[in-house]
């Protein structure tokens, strides 16, 4: 099991950073892949940044450039780092993470966290 907390959410402005917190607590020695996705209203679910175990990266190409995934394995987390964020970036965020334990693979999620940018 896998308890994932997000946080840092908020309202911002267009061109503002926000920067997002994942926790996780559990059975984390399990998480191969821990990521962002996020859903607007009216839209599916999306990936937005993802981080394995390892350190290697990868972005959704709407924001290359803009946002950063890290995590510090010390304190089971995950961050999101978003700049220079725009109106379409408005969404719930949620924080997920992937585990294989022998042959079955569990994904968890967070309860998500709201990210509004409007002027």
């Known amino acids: 099991q896998v308890q994932l907390v997000e946080s840092g959410g908020g309202l911002v402005q267009p061109g503002g950073s926000l920067r997002l917190s994942c926790v996780a607590s559990?059975?984390?020695?399990?998480?191969?892949?821990m990521a962002w996705y996020r859903q607007a209203p009216g839209k599916q679910r999306e990936l937005v940044a993802a981080?394995?175990?390892?350190?290697?990266?990868n972005y959704a190409d709407s924001v290359k450039g803009r946002f950063t995934i890290s995590r510090d394995n010390a304190k089971n987390t995950v961050y999101l780092q978003m700049n220079s964020l725009k109106p379409e970036d408005t969404a719930v965020y949620y924080c997920?993470?992937?585990?294989?334990?022998?042959?079955?693979?569990?994904?968890?999620w967070g309860q998500g966290t709201q990210v509004t940018v409007s002027s």
């Open positions: 981080i394995t175990s390892g350190g290697s990266t």
């Open positions: 559990g059975s984390i020695f399990s998480i191969n892949v």
């Open positions: 997920n993470a992937d585990s294989t334990v022998g042959l079955r693979s569990y994904h968890y």
